[in-house]
């Protein structure tokens, strides 16, 4: 079965502090991973594709497919890296994004 | 230019009464997805369009659910006779492909109050 797990429900950091928002995945095949972002009072947005391998507003995700795992990193929280993060999965014939529960960062002052 | 809309953007509705919420793609998006989020769910699959057809309603949790779209622009989802458990946000996302390198634009989501 297809499935996306993120651990953490909140993670409460310093600003300044290094971050890791936990994702592991299950999928028989070569999945497409995404991390998406909710600021609070805004839509849900993209913010980074494995298959891109870039890094966005200082975050990076590298794909593990030994570790079926997908965590995001940034090296120095910001205050307003503050929001909700989902771990997302697409794959196979269907083109629908299996998504997390999601992880609430919090960055503290 | 205009992104997915979603109307309305606050839903309060009865117990066992009919709802219609009402999403408009980019312009030109031919995929269409209708997603839930429900408090300690997480964001869930509902069902997916292409142009017209729906080729995957593999996440409608019942035949309460039912979704059409129309012209291969608006969509709409109805839910008949609301539950308490259909409370959540609904979220509506288009992409200008259903391939799979083509992103999926949110909108604002309709939130869902069964009281």
């Known amino acids: 079965a297809q499935r996306v797990t993120q651990p953490e429900k909140l993670l409460s950091v310093f600003k300044g502090a290094p971050v890791e928002l936990k994702c592991n995945y299950s999928?028989?095949?070569?999945?497409?991973l995404f991390w998406y972002v909710q600021y609070s009072r805004q839509r849900l947005q993209l913010l980074l594709r494995?298959?891109s391998r870039e890094s966005i507003k200082g975050f990076t995700a590298d794909l593990n497919k030994g570790e079926t795992s997908f965590h995001l990193k940034k090296p120095f929280a910001q205050e307003e890296d503050s929001a909700m993060y989902y771990c997302?999965?697409?794959?196979?014939?269907?083109?629908?994004?299996?998504f997390g529960t999601g992880t609430l960062l919090a960055v503290q002052p | 230019g205009a992104g997915v809309s979603q109307s309305p953007s606050n839903k309060v509705t009865e117990k066992g009464k009919d709802v219609e919420l009402r999403c408009d793609p980019i312009s030109g998006h031919t995929a269409l997805y209708w997603y839930r989020q429900s408090l300690g769910q997480g964001l869930e699959f509902l069902i997916y369009?292409?142009?017209?057809?729906?080729?995957?309603k593999s996440g409608l949790p019942s035949d309460r659910f039912s979704a059409e779209r129309t012209g291969g622009s608006v969509s709409t989802l109805t839910i008949q006779r609301t539950q308490q458990e259909d409370s959540a946000v609904y979220l509506c996302?288009?992409?200008?492909?259903?391939?799979?390198?083509?992103?999926?634009?949110f909108g604002p989501g309709t939130r869902l109050t069964v009281t």
């Open positions: 494995h298959i």
């Open positions: 996302a288009s992409s200008s492909s259903g391939g799979r390198s083509y992103e999926q634009y």
């Open positions: 369009f292409q142009g017209n057809s729906a080729p995957d």
């Open positions: 997302a999965l697409r794959g196979g014939a269907t083109n629908k994004l299996i």
């Open positions: 999928y028989s095949g070569s999945p497409e």
